[in-house]
């Protein structure tokens, strides 16, 4: 069985061969290559072919974003796991949409590392805890953005609405006045950007709002 070829970015030579050190234990890996820049990265790639590739975010020259980047347009075959000290929400997400198959911090240790690189290898994704954390943080604050906080009446309001019920209909259905009504609809309006009772309509049963 041939070995999975890897190639390690890192700027500091104390770091870069700890890391090289801890992947050389594993038996089915081969480090064919050390770079401590981005550029370095870039002129070794064609030489070496390598796996994966693991790249830490701060790099001289050219950075990691810049350098995954690079790869994923170029040499897409090649999988990019990003080790670094950083787990910035806002990083995190840039790298994802930079399209990385995994992203470990660096106090993860050769078990961990070890699991990232098969599991890459295999087309899927790995991310440390802290970082799977952020990452479904995020969605879940999504998520909840996205969540129109309607109240109990305003809810009973739009179930009229699509039902056809006038503005005087859903008064007496709801025993207020008319003047409550239309402040009601106003602020449903506002809530969901709607401009007019069509566009409410599609957006509350494009969410679940309506059945």
């Not at 089915?28 to 401590?36: D, H, L, R």
């Not at 787990?87 to 990232?116: C, P, R, T, W």
């Not at 109240?151 to 008064?171: C, F, G, S």
Request: overall charge neutral; aromatic content about 6%.
């Amino acid at each position: 069985m041939s070995k999975i070829k890897l190639l390690v970015a890192e700027d500091h030579s104390i770091v870069r061969e700890g890391i090289v050190s801890l992947l050389q234990a594993e038996p089915s890996f081969e480090v064919v290559a050390t770079a401590g820049n981005g550029k370095e990265v870039v002129e070794l790639l064609s030489r070496y072919e390598p796996d994966v590739c693991l790249l830490d975010i701060s790099m001289p020259l050219m950075d990691g974003m810049e350098t995954a980047s690079w790869i994923r347009e170029k040499k897409p075959q090649i999988k990019i796991i990003m080790l670094t000290t950083y787990n910035d929400k806002e990083i995190v997400s840039e790298m994802i949409h930079a399209g990385v198959s995994g992203y470990l911090l660096k106090n993860s240790d050769k078990q961990e590392l070890a699991e990232a690189v098969h599991r890459v290898m295999k087309g899927r994704h790995y991310f440390s805890e802290e970082v799977e954390n952020i990452i479904l943080k995020g969605l879940t604050e999504k998520k909840q953005e996205e969540v129109i906080p309607l109240t109990a009446r305003e809810m009973e309001i739009v179930q009229l609405l699509a039902k056809e019920y006038t503005n005087d209909k859903i008064a007496g259905e709801l025993h207020i006045s008319y003047r409550t009504v239309e402040s009601h609809r106003k602020n449903i309006m506002q809530k969901t950007k709607s401009h007019n009772l069509a566009g409410l309509l599609k957006y509350a049963y494009g969410r679940g709002l309506l059945k």
